[in-house]
């Protein structure tokens, strides 16, 4: 029995794990939170609500002691690096972290289309404005080395280009 809890607490907490079990309740739960996120209307309210937590003194001191306990104590910190160093090696994590690097420069797509976009950039051979030869997983960034080219007022996939060509603007010769 967990400690600090009434009992209407542990009793709910009981149910939602039960609940959670379901995967009926699951997919409903997930097409719920899919909804609300792309509602323009949630996401502005959510982003104002983080806003505003961020900005709380409180809020950010407590955020700061927990950060200071979990780097401070050198085994924790060698474990937190050693997990971080595993994962980013394995396909799952490559994988998540284009997908939030793509969503952070303001990528818009599904699921689906994310899969479509990400076989096509590990796949691709030849920068579609140039024909020069990509190259993928160099730790910094070279002329060569594969970029995602999206439209930044909309948001949507354009094409695979050379990260020259898509600093460049260069493929606009090529498409426009």
Known sequence: METGLTARQIYMKEYYRKKCENPEFREKRREYDKKR???????????????????????????????????????KKKKLI???????????????????????????????????????Y??????????????????????????MDHNHETGLFRHIICHSCNTNDRWMKYFC
């Not at 002691?65 to 050198?74: C, F, L, M, Q, V």
């Not at 050693?82 to 994590?93: A, V």
């Not at 691709?124 to 002329?143: M, S």
């Open 37 to 75: 996120w792309e509602d323009p209307v949630s996401r502005e309210k959510k982003k104002e609500c983080n806003r505003k937590r961020r900005e709380n003194p409180e809020v950010r001191e407590k955020q700061r002691e927990y950060d200071r306990k979990r780097y401070e104590d050198p085994e």
């Open 122 to 147: 590990l796949t691709q051979k030849f920068c579609n404005a140039c024909d020069i030869k990509l190259t993928r997983g160099e730790r910094y960034t070279t002329p060569t080395k594969a970029c």
């Open 82 to 120: 050693e997990y971080r160093k595993e994962y980013l090696q394995t396909l799952n994590g490559k994988k998540s972290t284009t997908k939030s690097n793509w969503k952070q420069s303001g990528m818009l797509f599904t699921d689906e289309d994310f899969e479509r976009i990400y076989n096509l």
